[in-house]
């Protein structure tokens, strides 16, 4: 069975902390993405990745930075944490294709930054 | 450039009612289109897909057809459960996936 997992489910951050969130996926996907997930604002693109060491950014990166040092594994990072940030994070991957293809989600980790 | 708009939510729904979820899109070209499923407390599945004009999509008793003259992918079931509450996304497919901002569906008993 095809696998997304993320680091945590639940994280509870102080304002201005350094904050990793970690995907790792298991189909040799070239292409991984951060999404957050606010409501009524659907999933907004932060940063994508198209290989390793490789990075674009997204609609929103501003606060945010990744890595990709390996190819399973994305991490976005939360240089210095604000209440603003507060919300799910889904990691995403997907195979190099036309665009016909699915992106296979993990599970979301709901943050809060107090 | 590309987007996706689908109906408003919630919706809500006594159980065997039938289901219409609208999407229309956007797009240069002939992209891919989805529709992706979230239960509470999970990340985003895929539901079902279609690739070119005039597919049907279809997973669980949902279909959807590509309707490229009226540029829609309108998500349909005829006899809702209580387990299909969910939030729902209509997605059109390329390099950077784009998303609608989610349907919420409400099944009562």
């Known amino acids: 069975d095809v696998k997304v997992t993320q680091s945590s489910r639940y994280l509870v951050k102080r304002t201005g902390e350094k904050v990793f969130l970690e995907c790792v996926q298991d189909?040799?996907?070239?292409?991984m993405f951060w999404y957050r997930q606010d409501p009524g604002l659907g999933l907004r693109l932060i940063y994508f990745s198209y290989d390793v060491k490789m990075k674009e950014k997204g609609d929103i990166p501003e606060g945010y930075s990744v890595s990709r040092e390996k190819k399973e594994r994305f991490s976005l990072i939360l240089e210095s944490a604000s209440t603003n940030q507060t919300s799910m994070y889904l990691c995403a991957s997907t195979t190099v294709g036309t665009g016909r293809d699915e992106q296979y989600f993990g599970p979301g980790t709901r943050l809060t930054v107090t | 450039g590309d987007s996706v708009t689908q109906m408003e939510g919630p919706v809500t729904l006594s159980e065997e009612a039938f289901l219409t979820i609208n999407c229309t899109y956007t797009a240069t070209g002939y992209p891919s289109l989805f529709w992706y499923v979230q239960y509470p407390g999970e990340g985003l599945q895929l539901l079902l897909k279609a690739t070119k004009a005039d597919d049907k999509g279809s997973n669980k008793g949902f279909e959807a057809t590509y309707r490229k003259e009226t540029t829609s992918f309108h998500l349909e079931k005829g006899s809702v459960q209580v387990s299909d509450s969910a939030v729902y996304f209509c997605a059109l497919g390329g390099f950077k996936t784009i998303f609608g901002a989610g349907t919420r569906l409400f099944v009562k008993a």
């Open positions: 189909m040799d996907h070239e292409n």
